[in-house]
């Protein structure tokens, strides 16, 4: 039976992350990498605003200096030439994880096995596999999404997208971040585009609910809609879904087990971005296993969650018909661009939340902030 000194538990964003700092910065120690999928997939993108260089930066597919929201006829459009937004591609990722893995003949890729049971003996964590094999690690970091269960004001990210090409498809628009539309499903649902290059574009339609809404039926409507703009006979290049919870997930940390990645709370619960937080997590984490400590969880911010919630709350209590969008739009329009982007990327300066406070109507949070610290005391 093979020893490890870790086991990572999934090759997601977090441990791809890990995996290649450790070996660009040459961990001596050995490590057993479980995914039960084919890798690389194309099935997902990861985006966000580059506040610091990272391992994939290089590897971005597309940067953009402008992006937009909308809301029927309401459109703010806001930039930043410091601070692009990106988009990576999970198979680019994945790619370049798997080639600094295959360069530690001592680490062991366990590719198309899934792990089924965990048992602790002593020290050290016996890890049975699908295949009839087992392992032994000193420790193990899990990024298994755990198992959730959402109440007001969480609700689910829901999205599938399609990766369009055509020759009309044009690249000099700006990212479209959200552009609402009318639906009745709590608590609101969007468009997302990305103008990837000249010819292709991803469209997503995105539905924040408080339950999963079936992914074939947000793909039908999304059909729709792009039947509605003359899109539906181009050709569907990719695609992509996921259901994501926007909620703070509790840490995990118990005898050498710890959750990483959105399962160890690195996903802000009222924006989901993730990959670049996880990226600082990344830093921090293999900094401490080189030095010979132990992994550091993902930075706790209770402060954002709560006013997270607050902001989730408002839209609960206060959504007038066709005006889902308002709040946001109005955010855009009144935070200058570089506080919105800190804030959204979890790395906000303290004028930065004075600025975002200053840009939401004062009546609707504060009794939303009322309304979520009775919630949080129940």
Not at 40 to 53: K, N, S, V
Not at 316 to 336: C, D, M, N, Y
């Amino acid at each position: 039976m093979k020893h490890f000194d870790i086991a990572l538990i999934g090759l997601g964003a977090a441990t791809m992350s890990l995996a290649v700092r450790l070996v660009l910065r040459g961990y001596p120690g050995s490590i057993a990498i479980i995914e039960p999928r084919e890798q690389p997939r194309d099935d997902r993108t990861w985006c966000g605003w580059r506040l610091a260089e990272h391992p994939f930066s290089a590897h971005a597919t597309r940067t953009w200096s402008t992006w937009a929201v909308s809301d029927g006829g309401q459109s703010v459009i806001r930039g930043s030439t410091r601070t692009p937004y990106e988009m990576l591609r999970a198979s680019t990722v994945q790619r370049q994880a798997l080639d600094a893995i295959a360069t530690r003949p001592d680490w062991a890729l366990y590719a198309g096995r899934s792990l089924i049971s965990a048992d602790m003996d002593d020290t050290r964590w016996m890890l049975q596999l699908d295949d009839g094999g087992s392992i032994i690690a000193d420790r193990v970091l899990d990024s298994r999404p755990p198992a959730l269960t959402l109440k007001r004001p969480w609700v689910w990210q829901s999205f599938v997208g399609r990766e369009l090409v055509g020759p009309d498809l044009p690249d000099d628009s700006p990212v479209r971040l959200m552009d609402f539309l009318d639906d009745p499903t709590p608590l609101l649902t969007f468009v997302y585009e990305l103008p990837i290059a000249p010819g292709r574009r991803l469209i997503e339609l995105t539905r924040f609910a408080p339950q999963r809404p079936s992914l074939s039926a947000l793909g039908a409507r999304l059909d729709g809609l792009l039947a509605d703009r003359g899109l539906a006979d181009h050709t569907i290049a990719r695609e992509e879904s996921s259901h994501l919870p926007m909620t703070p997930v509790p840490p995990y940390n118990q005898d050498g087990w710890m959750r990483v990645g959105t399962a160890g709370g690195s996903m802000r619960p009222a924006t989901g971005y993730a990959f670049h937080g996880i990226q600082r997590w990344a830093d921090d984490c293999a900094d401490a296993l080189i030095a010979g400590r132990s992994p550091v969880a993902p930075a706790r911010r209770s402060g954002m969650d709560w006013l997270d919630g607050v902001f989730l709350e408002s839209l609960w209590r206060h959504r007038p018909a066709g005006t889902a969008g308002t709040p946001f739009v109005q955010l855009f329009e009144r935070t200058p661009a570089e506080s919105m982007v800190r804030f959204l990327m979890s790395r906000p300066q303290l004028a930065d939340i004075y600025r975002i406070l200053r840009a939401l109507p004062p009546a609707p949070m504060l009794r939303a902030a009322l309304a979520h610290s009775r919630q949080a005391m129940d």
